[in-house]
């Protein structure tokens, strides 16, 4: 029996194409190790969105000295790459295909199989990597031209699956014992209008089924936010529905949002955000920045410490820019690296000042364990996602009530009532 490494980079929609490409080389006879020392064969699943990640992806490729497949949306995004030439290629819609691709390539063979298709693959066997969590990619590409973006290039233009696929594998998923639905797309927001539908009308299908499991709605632009607020806000009333809603912003500056041809303003993301909070007290936002994008001020970049100032995300995810080659923004003028990396070191000195998790201390409530934590802990969500450290025995998979006794910045410790 082949023993095959898997080793994933980048989001969720990468992390559900592993676990399927896992599944089916099971399927197939070959063992899915965690030792790549062991491995017969090495299958890597890049992330092209920032240059450290694919720095990281080319750096470990050279240490390799054994059969390796690449997948992902580096050779996706790069068909030509030089270096990448030497190695078995296999493309982001091509993932069914991944037993020939092994074989070929245990054989001996170079495969670059990178051809886009429009084939849709949700049912395919997985090896989860959490049994409790399904992570189900509803579309693949997005409406957007953002002007730094990447993934564009791999992912390509919207392409948005089935509603009766989507809530198929959610039941199938759902009889094997899984307990969170994590939606994701490389924005879920225009799901649906190029098959007739939307994702209002998709997550209230989904909140049709009748059992007890929890929805985690991923990355979603504001422009859609701000064209589904209402029903947004009536579907989060749903209990099952985690309170989380990770809306990049990207920047505070409106010069600099047209820039990256972002389609919203700021007073739009404000009132949007503003309006969301409202109607779902315990919503999470989450956003994204990007510092130091092409030719932005002084002021502008303090338009973005305002805004993080007013909104205090409590999950802010902080991006130095780096042009990705091939990028329009790659041709546009960079700023000095010092100024960058200076502007990244403000807005996180900023974050962690504001965001303390205070207001947690004392919370009681119910939390759902769906993750092993380090030294014996486990870690629950609740209803706003935050994560709960607790302490004690097999408690994975369970519902158990909190009292929250410590915060940290980026989770809280809860005991057991
Ligand atoms: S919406 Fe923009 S940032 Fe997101 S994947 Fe599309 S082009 Fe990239």
Redesign the pocket.
């Given at each position: 029996m082949k023993k095959v490494f898997i080793n994933t980079y980048g989001c969720a929609h990468n992390q559900a194409d592993s676990e399927f490409m896992a599944g089916q080389l099971k399927q197939e006879g070959f063992e899915i190790i965690d030792s790549k020392k062991s491995a017969d064969l090495v299958l890597i699943n890049t992330c092209s969105v920032k240059d450290p990640s694919e720095k990281k992806f080319f750096s470990e490729l050279k240490r390799i000295n054994k059969p390796v497949v690449v997948a992902g949306c580096v050779p996706q995004a790069d068909k030509n790459n030089p270096v990448l030439k030497n190695y078995s290629l296999i493309g982001v819609k091509q993932i069914h295909n991944i037993v020939e691709v092994v074989h070929q390539t245990l054989a001996g063979n170079k495969v670059h199989l990178l051809k886009q298709s429009k084939d849709v693959h949700l049912n395919l066997p997985r090896i989860r990597r959490n049994p409790l969590v399904e992570i189900i990619p509803i579309s693949s590409?997005?409406?957007?031209?953002?002007t730094?973006?990447?993934?564009?290039f791999a992912?390509g233009s919207l392409l948005s699956f089935k509603e009766e696929v989507i809530i198929k594998q959610i039941r199938t998923a759902l009889n094997e014992g899984v307990k969170e639905i994590w939606l994701t797309s490389?924005?879920t927001g225009p799901y649906g209008l190029d098959i007739g539908t939307t994702l209002p009308k998709l997550l209230k299908n989904i909140l049709k089924i009748q059992k007890d499991f929890r929805v985690r709605l991923g990355?979603i632009?504001p422009e859609y936010v701000k064209r589904y607020d209402d029903a947004l806000i009536d579907i989060y009333k749903d209990e099952r529905m985690f309170k989380f809603l990770h809306v990049?912003v990207?920047s505070g500056n409106d010069r600099i949002l047209k820039l990256m041809?972002?389609e919203y303003t700021i007073e739009e993301f404000k009132k949007t955000v503003i309006k969301l909070r409202k109607g779902v007290p315990e919503l999470t936002v989450a956003t994204d920045i990007i510092c130091g994008f092409s030719s932005e001020t002084d002021y502008e970049f303090l338009d973005t410490l305002e805004l993080v100032r007013e909104f205090k995300f409590p999950v802010l995810h902080i991006s130095k820019f780096y042009p990705r080659p091939g990028t329009k923004a790659a041709k546009m003028e960079k700023l000095n690296t010092k100024i960058v990396k200076k502007r990244s070191r403000v807005l996180t000195a900023l974050n962690e000042e504001l965001v303390t998790n205070k207001e947690w201390l004392g919370w009681k409530g119910e939390i759902m364990i769906d993750e092993k934590g380090k030294n014996k802990t486990f870690v629950g969500r609740n209803n706003s996602y935050r994560p709960i450290v607790v302490k004690g025995k097999d408690l994975f998979g369970k519902r158990i009530k909190v009292r929250i006794v410590d915060v940290f910045r980026d989770y809280l410790k809860g005991e057991i009532i």
């Open positions: 590409g997005c409406l957007g031209y953002c730094f973006c990447k993934t564009k992912r490389e924005d990355m632009n990049p990207q041809k972002r």
